[in-house]
């Protein structure tokens, strides 16, 4: 058990010092071509596929992305300290599983978080905030918007296989 405690210490630490590498430029940037990718997805699957579920006990395609919109609304909420503009309701919850309302709700998420990483300044990314009960810098808080949004986004993968739609090429750079 302690060995699994150093680890998850040692990985903290290293996942905060990469995110504190990247420049507030850089980091801006990086959510700006998330926005961009996840909008290409967002595209690709047809409008008769955005209540498609993979298997009965998963969320619909617009539910996943949608999921993925409510979690930037938390984070970078709690990060930047800014209101989310859902307040306490949850998109996934109360905005049509439609293209474009989808679409929209999920965009507009991304301009909440573009707006609030911009809005945090460089010498505060370190302070402390809370975030799902656990005390950690803002900056680590940030970097698990970003893989929460990441890895939501390749869950829908397999959504536009299995309605036979190409998923849109990496946008890694």
Known sequence: MKKLSFVIVLLTIT??????????????????????????????????GYTFKATPEVRTFAQQMLHLADANYYFLSVASGKESPLGKTSAEKTVAQTK????????????????????????KMQETATAEGMKMPKALILAKAFEHQTHHRGQTTVYLRLKGVKPPAEMLF
Do not use: H, N
């Open 15 to 48: 996942c905060t010092s990469v995110f504190a590498q990247l420049t507030k430029e850089q980091a801006i940037g990086e959510w700006k071509r998330a926005k961009l990718y996840t909008k290409a997805y967002l595209d690709a699957m047809p409008a008769d």
């Open 100 to 123: 474009d309302a989808t679409t929209k709700a999920v965009m507009d998420s991304y301009d909440f978080s573009i707006a609030a990483v911009e809005s945090i300044p460089v010498d």
